[in-house]
């Protein structure tokens, strides 16, 4: 339903992204954390300018996959995948620009289309909170059912501001999204990640507790 968004989708992210430095500020928090994870079964020497080298890495909810492209510049075997169609042929074209190798998958992010244990890491970055609040719990678990052992899954979204920030944020909400995302804020996201078996809960808040940064590891 969102291919006529696909070629505005950047510019929009772009917007977004203004008061957290631009689209570095979305992007580098997560990929810091995949970083951050081990390969489980064998030793590797990181390399400085590709520390993602040998990490095989999920993105759901991945738009134009601007994540998973970034994520193939530092050495990882990337996937985007989208449940829209467009969104992933302006995926494919900008991962083509930038010379870099990503895989493609179209399929929901509750019903994944892989294998157990297929990845290093997983990661969503502004996805879960357009998520009907049912299916966020089985999204999760699908993410969990992918991760090999010691796999990290990384999730970066709003966070239920206070006082100013919080005004500003209900604002925003009611003018540019929808009762997924007021629904998202209030969310208990670490009892559902602890629910689905996940381990080693990490937080970090961004802009005035705007945003959160979530990582938890797959024992």
């Known amino acids: 339903m969102y291919d006529w968004l696909a070629p505005l989708y950047d510019l ?10 631009g689209e570095e500020g979305l992007r580098a928090p997560v990929l810091r954390e995949l970083e951050a994870g081990r390969v489980t079964g064998r030793e ?9 080298e040998g990490r095989k ?5 991945a738009g134009t996959g601007t994540l998973s492209i970034e994520a193939a510049s530092l050495g990882a075997r990337a996937i985007a995948l989208d449940v829209t169609a467009g969104m992933l042929r302006v995926a494919s074209e900008k991962a083509r620009r930038a010379g870099v190798v990503v895989g493609f998958a ?7 289309p892989f294998p157990d244990g297929s990845f290093d890491g997983v990661m969503v ?19 969990a ?3 090999r052992e010691g796999g990290r899954f990384v999730i970066f979204d ?13 604002l925003f909400f009611a003018f540019f999204e929808g009762e997924t995302a007021r629904a998202w804020v209030r969310t208990d996201i670490q009892k559902a990640l602890m629910d689905a078996g996940f381990r ?17 590891q797959k024992p």
């Open 57 to 61: 890495v999920l993105e759901i909810f």
């Open 125 to 143: 970055s502004l996805g879960l909170h357009e998520t009907e609040g049912p299916l966020v719990p089985l999204i999760i678990k699908e993410a």
């Open 200 to 216: 080693d809960f990490r937080r970090s808040f961004l802009k005035r507790g705007v945003f959160q940064l979530i990582a938890v």
């Open 158 to 170: 709003f966070h239920r501001a206070c006082g100013g920030a919080g005004f500003l944020q209900a």
């Open 106 to 112: 179209r399929a929901d992010a509750e019903s994944l």
């Open 145 to 147: 059912r992918v991760l």
């Open 44 to 52: 590797r020497r990181i390399d400085k300018a590709r520390p993602l």
């Open 12 to 21: 929009g992210v772009w917007f977004a992204a203004l008061p957290l430095g």
